[in-house]
Each structure stands twice: as structure tokens, then as C-alpha cells.
């Protein structure tokens, strides 16, 4: 029996360089399981339209998608669709993003890209499609609302396989004459479908469903396994090499970081001052761009990343996320009331506003925007 296999899109992981570690390993594997279809999500743009090619180059990822452009070319990024035949029968194959799912990469809030109406789109191509082949398939990341809205405002459609589906749909279902699946959430399940096909015309006439939970039940694929925990070893060789040049070796075991809070109960119009401030959503802001996983970056927008008992990723010490006051002050336990902790803040501060970071620092300026 003939088997199509597709992917409804987002294979790409979040907007960090170690996600995107671990997206160089997901795509080998992809590529080796031999897919006929991805549909493109806008997760698959999280580091750039440079990146996705190299990708598709590298691991012969069957990308495509019918409404994404280049706004300056106006030219889409993607192959329009793709024809795959299977016993005789030639599929059609077409992805479709959802305007509303915004492509962002890791370093650009504006990606020079635009995602065209999708109804308007498919009602430009779904003559050709029909032309073309005998059945026409839609990867379409647009969520279950969209996916059906799509199906009945364009007709022509055989199958849809969903995307970007935040839950596992186990069964099927019919909208007009077009049958509808979902592509499982995360990963988590596999799903497959028997379709009966008509030889003669190419449409679909029946179909069943079943979804696989990928879980614990299911025994390992001895060789598959170990791929996977040779890759765990270079991912944490990947993220050990990042940390060593920021080694965590200041300070003292003996001291302290008390938190920001702690501050408030003495410091109280203090503290509200630094809670308007920007220091106080610094670690917010890396985050937002991908980036809070980088020591580069951790350094300056947390407290004590390189001190003992600093900030880091595990409870407790992830409560010392954002340039609290003892980034600037120095450990809670080391607490004096002799106005050392006054000069020793304002020493502090080119040690992150410094040439490369802040070219344009000035004390007095800043200060003025934290002033406390």
C-alpha cells in the first residue's frame, strides 16, 4: 500500500540558539524519515528564511507553502505546491498560513515578509491544482476555524491534513465533501489514516483514522535511541562550551543574594522606583528575543549570573532574574549602613553599560532614567 506522509508545519523549535541546536538534529531526523509534504507554520521562520533553505538544502525537507512573499520581490519563499504520485495517482499538494500567526525571527520583529488571504489565494489556484492532479490535498496551518472556513469558501479541496491544532483530534470529520484531519500536537502522537481512493478519477471516497500517543508504552527503536542520546551529549557539550566563558567564579559561598523583594521592607519608595524601571523587566526583554538561554546576555539582564549563589536556571537561584538591586549593590548579606553600597552601585554600572553595549552611556543620564 502506497503511503503519503505529510507534516502540518512548525517543526522548528522556539527563538533561542539552543532550540535551534536542537532544530539541526530534528531536521536530519525528518529528512531520513523521507516526508512527501511539510506544510510551512511561522515557527518554521523563528531564525530567519536563510536558516529554513539551509534546512531544506541540507536534509531535502519537501517545504511548501502558496501564500507567504518576499515584500520586496513580492515572490513567494516556497515552492507553490508540490505533485507527488502514489500508485498511479498524482496528489496535489498545497500549505496555507494563517495571516494571524506572526513570523518573527530571533533577531527581527519585522521579517520582510507578508502572508496573503488565504481564500484568495486558493480560489487563484485551485483550477490549476485540479488540472494538474487527480487529488488535491491542503497542509493548511490555519487552526480548526479558518480550515473550515477556507474548505467551504474554495471547493475542490480532497483532504486536509490541519495544523497549528492545539489539541489531538482523534477522529476525522467531513465538511461539504472534504475530509478533514489534524496533524497531533507537539509531536506527541502519531497519526495515521486509510484513504480509499477512486483509481479511475482521484477522489477520495472513504477513510479511517487512528492516533498513536508516542509515549512510554511504545518500546524504543534501538537505533533510533541511540541517535537520540548521542545528540543529548553534543546538545550538552553545546550548551557547556557556551557557559565557559562565563565561568562563576565571584563572590562568596558564604553570601547571599536576598532578592528584590527583601529590599522593599526598609527601602519602600525605593524599591517602587526600581519596580517602574527598566532594570526590572531587563531578563523579560532577552527573553522576548530569544536570547535568555545566552550567557552573553544572561550576564547583564540578571543578578550575579557570574557570582556564587547567583542567578541561574534552576529554583532558587531563577529568582534572581532582572537586574535586581544587589546587581548593582552586591549581596543582601553584605548589607552596611556606611554608605559603601552607595558608591560601589554607581561603580557598578559600566560593567554592562560599556563600550560595546552602551556606546553612548553617560551616568547622569541614565541615572535620570532610574533615579531611586
Not at 197 to 213: C, I, L, M
Request: hydrophobic share 35%; charged share 30%; proline share 3%.
Amino acid at each position: 500500500m502506497p503511503v503519503l506522509m505529510l507534516d502540518g508545519g512548525d517543526l522548528f523549535g522556539r527563538r533561542n540558539k539552543n532550540d535551534q541546536h536542537q532544530t539541526h538534529f530534528l531536521c536530519e531526523v525528518t529528512g531520513d524519515f523521507g516526508y512527501d509534504g511539510i506544510g510551512l507554520g511561522e515557527a518554521d521562520l523563528n531564525y530567519g528564511l536563510d536558516f529554513l533553505r539551509e534546512m531544506i538544502e541540507k536534509y531535502d525537507l519537501p517545504f511548501t507553502n502558496a501564500n507567504v512573499v518576499d515584500r520586496n520581490t513580492g515572490e513567494l519563499i516556497l515552492p507553490e505546491y508540490l505533485i507527488v504520485e502514489k500508485n498511479g495517482i498524482k496528489f496535489g499538494l498545497v500549505s496555507i498560513l494563517a495571516p494571524r500567526h506572526k513570523i518573527i525571527t530571533m533577531t527581527e520583529t519585522d521579517s520582510g515578509l507578508d502572508i496573503k488571504d488565504p481564500v484568495a489565494t486558493m480560489r487563484e489556484l485551485m483550477p490549476r491544482l485540479r488540472e494538474e492532479c487527480d487529488t488535491v490535498v491542503l497542509i493548511g496551518h490555519l487552526g480548526e476555524g479558518q480550515t473550515d472556513t477556507l474548505v467551504r469558501e474554495v471547493k475542490g479541496f480532497d483532504l486536509v491534513l490541519m495544523g497549528h491544532v492545539h489539541r489531538t483530534l482523534k477522529k476525522g470529520r467531513l465538511v461539504d465533501d472534504t475530509i478533514i484531519l489534524a496533524a497531533p500536537h507537539e509531536g506527541r502522537f502519531a497519526g495515521r489514516s486509510d484513504i480509499f481512493v477512486n483509481d479511475e478519477n482521484g477522489r477520495v471516497e472513504a477513510f479511517e483514522v487512528e492516533v498513536t500517543s508516542l509515549d512510554e508504552a511504545l518500546d524504543d527503536e534501538p537505533e533510533m535511541a541511540k541517535r537520540v542520546e548521542e545528540y543529548k551529549a553534543s546538545f550538552e557539550e553545546f550548551k557547556l562550551a557556551k557557559r565557559a566563558d562565563f565561568p562563576r567564579d565571584l563572590g562568596s559561598e558564604k553570601e547571599t543574594y536576598l532578592g528584590a523583594r527583601s529590599c522593599k521592607t526598609c527601602h519602600e519608595d525605593t524599591w517602587a522606583a526600581y519596580a517602574e524601571s527598566s532594570h526590572n523587566t531587563a531578563f523579560t526583554s532577552i527573553r522576548a528575543k530569544g536570547m535568555s538561554n545566552e550567557p552573553e546576555c544572561i550576564l547583564c539582564h540578571t543578578t550575579g549570573y557570574r557570582y556564587l549563589n547567583g542567578f541561574a536556571e534552576k529554583s532558587p537561584f531563577n529568582k534572581l532574574s532582572n537586574v535586581q538591586c544587589e546587581a548593582c549593590h552586591g549581596y543582601g548579606t553584605e548589607h552596611d549602613r556606611d554608605g559603601k553600597w552607595i558608591a560601589q552601585a554607581k561603580d557598578s554600572c559600566v560593567t554592562c553599560h560599556d563600550q560595546e553595549n552602551s556606546p553612548e552611556f553617560d551616568y547622569a543620564t541614565y541615572w535620570e532614567k532610574i533615579k531611586h
